[in-house]
């Protein structure tokens, strides 16, 4: 049996394992995914016993994601960028490789809800500056985008995410966050704002442009104020759902072996799971 899960503290809220289930199911597969709850003291020797175990790798997610930087053997390149690991594959011989999917996860969701879609357009504003951040504006930057605006309420973050990154990148103070989505083609929300049990995003859309995208990251709840708004306006809208689902599958593919698809049974399961929560 191949075997894998996802580790974090606490991690029981993780819908992955009812994800990961359904294509193991549908391909047939003699495996598991489980939750692997760990605490921070607890993550080296936890990551070191994976392949101990019988483990293929396991997904990682808060608080672990850049604690394991230092742990593993080897990081792939968006990780590295990213700076940050949501993937851990075992090697052959019990090696470590650390992997970021979630760029993959944010581009793949945009071109699957939006065919045609390109990055190469028009301006994208970028809200936030953590870890989900960096891995859209690395998303963006590598397909071409020509001008990101980052609006953070830390300046300073934000400006040290710019830097990181690199590229076109204009930081922007969070007081003018509604003035620069004039000429935008694409505006993402990647704060926890607007999510439930958080404060609500204030953000008016009147400088929008109609046929700009707007994408929340956000799927519970799956609509958000945010894209409710944006629809409201005659936007185009993508929730966060599809992020979660497409960023699993290199995973899934790299430690079960087949690259599964995201259909439409996969994502009403997830979506009637969200309203049983």
């Known amino acids: 049996m191949k075997r894998a899960g996802v580790m974090g503290w606490p991690v029981e809220h993780s819908r992955s394992p009812l994800l990961h289930g359904f294509w193991l ?4 597969i003699d495996g598991e995914y489980v939750l692997l709850p760990v605490r921070p003291d607890e993550l ?3 990551l070191r016993g994976l392949g101990a175990r019988g483990f293929a790798g396991c997904n990682l997610t808060i608080p672990h994601k850049q604690a394991a930087l230092a742990i593993v053997d080897e990081i792939d390149a968006s990780a590295a960028r990213i700076g940050a690991i949501n993937t851990v ?3 052959p011989g019990g090696a470590l490789e650390g992997r970021n999917t979630d760029a993959f996860g944010f581009r793949e969701n945009l071109r699957a809800a939006q065919p045609g879609w390109r990055a190469a357009a028009d301006p994208a504003v970028v809200l936030g500056a953590g870890g989900a951040a960096r891995a859209v504006v690395a998303a963006l930057l590598d397909d071409g985008a020509p001008e990101i605006r980052l609006v953070n309420r830390s300046r300073d973050r934000a400006a040290a995410l710019a830097a990181a990154l690199g590229g076109a990148i204009e930081v922007v103070d969070w007081a003018r966050r509604a003035d620069v989505l004039a000429g935008a083609a694409l505006l993402v929300n990647t704060t926890s704002l607007g999510m439930t049990g958080q404060p609500p995003l204030e953000l ?24 409710s708004a944006a629809r409201r306006r005659g936007n185009p809208v993508v929730d966060g759902l599809g992020m979660l689902l497409h960023q699993a599958r290199p995973a899934f593919a790299a430690w079960f072996g087949v690259m599964p698809e995201v259909t439409p049974a996969l994502r009403a399961m997830m979506v009637a799971s969200l309203v049983k929560r």
């Open 44 to 46: 080296p020797a936890a």
């Open 25 to 28: 199911k549908e391909h047939r």
């Open 89 to 91: 594959v075992v090697r």
């Open 204 to 227: 008016p859309l009147d400088a929008l442009p109609k046929t700009a995208l707007v994408n929340d990251i956000v799927y519970a709840p799956l609509e958000t104020p945010l894209l």
